[in-house]
């Protein structure tokens, strides 16, 4: 009687086990750029209060397989060893530099090692803040390098490039690698519409920043995506009208000492409009 009581106690058990483990769970869906001609990134400067560890397991936690690499993270004098270094980390959390920037350039030396400083990255794409009498020097280094140059516009913030028409005023003659990194949220609180402008300039949209505001004048400041005042579905759907084919990078400025929870919401707001609007 006791070994039919033990025997039972262990086929129950295991009948037990087997149910709480029950068959394979399936994997959760890839996330919904997957299918998109898009990619979802990251804006270094979301991060600057991060060191570089912090800022990939961020981005990798959140899926994100895209970085636009800031010079606190990779320094300009960087050596060739360290780049190499800085890639392979990268590469250890599934993240791809894309970009350099934003690099503000105020002399054609600071140009020249912008440049040379995206070289020795190995990436095709400079956002740039340059002053408007530079622009025929970036030009030149835009044909001698072949790289995209993508102008950030600021808004009200700044006297230099505060909006999409702007920049495509001042680049519009120039090289078609000479564009803008068209910042949805500075470009909206200087009273444009994002949405309009990717429309209407697209061909020289090279980066993107996204973010939400709270208002469409000087006083508007960042919160996060979906909490604004920006169209977000409508931009969505101009991304697929445009088909842009860069990075969508989230640039997110609030509560920057603790910025995850708005990061994490960010970016499940914008995939759920990426998904609903499918």
């Known amino acids: ?31 919904p750029e997957t299918t998109e001609i898009f990619n979802l990134g990251m804006a270094g400067y979301t991060f600057h209060k991060f060191d570089l560890t912090k800022t990939l397991e961020t981005l990798q936690r959140a899926d994100v397989k895209y970085l636009c690499i800031k010079d606190f993270h990779l320094p300009f004098k960087s050596t060739d060893a360290e780049i190499k ?17 934003p690099i503000y350039m105020r002399s054609k030396e600071e140009v020249d090692n912008a440049f040379e400083y995206a070289k ?10 340059p002053t408007y009498e530079l622009l025929p020097y970036v030009n030149e280094k835009v044909k001698e390098y072949d790289m995209q140059y993508a102008i950030h516009l600021h808004g009200p913030d700044i006297e230099l490039f505060p909006d999409a028409d702007d920049v495509w005023e001042n680049v519009k003659d120039l090289d078609p690698r ?10 909206r609180r200087n009273g444009k519409n994002p949405v ?3 429309e209407k300039y697209h061909t020289r949209v090279f980066d993107i920043h996204l973010k939400d505001v709270t208002g469409a004048t000087k006083l508007g400041y960042s919160v996060e995506v979906g909490r604004g005042i920006l169209d977000i579905p ?27 929870m708005g ?16």
């Open 1 to 31: 009687m006791k070994t039919f009581l033990s025997l039972l106690i262990v086929l129950l058990s295991f009948g037990t086990i087997a149910n709480a483990q029950g068959p394979k769970r399936p994997d959760p869906q890839p996330a």
């Open 263 to 278: 990061i994490a919401e960010s970016i499940g707001y914008f995939r759920g409009v990426v998904a609903a609007t499918r």
């Open 120 to 129: 020795r990255v190995g990436v095709r794409v400079v956002v740039g803040v």
């Open 196 to 198: 309009e402008d990717l």
């Open 234 to 260: 409508g931009f969505v759907k101009m991304l697929r009208k445009v088909q842009y084919t860069g990075v969508v990078s989230l640039e997110h400025e609030r509560n920057m000492d603790d910025p995850f």
């Open 85 to 101: 270094a800085f890639h392979e980390k990268l590469a250890e959390y599934g993240v791809v530099g894309y970009g350099v920037g």
């Open 178 to 187: 000479m564009g803008m990194c068209l910042d949805i949220g500075h470009d």
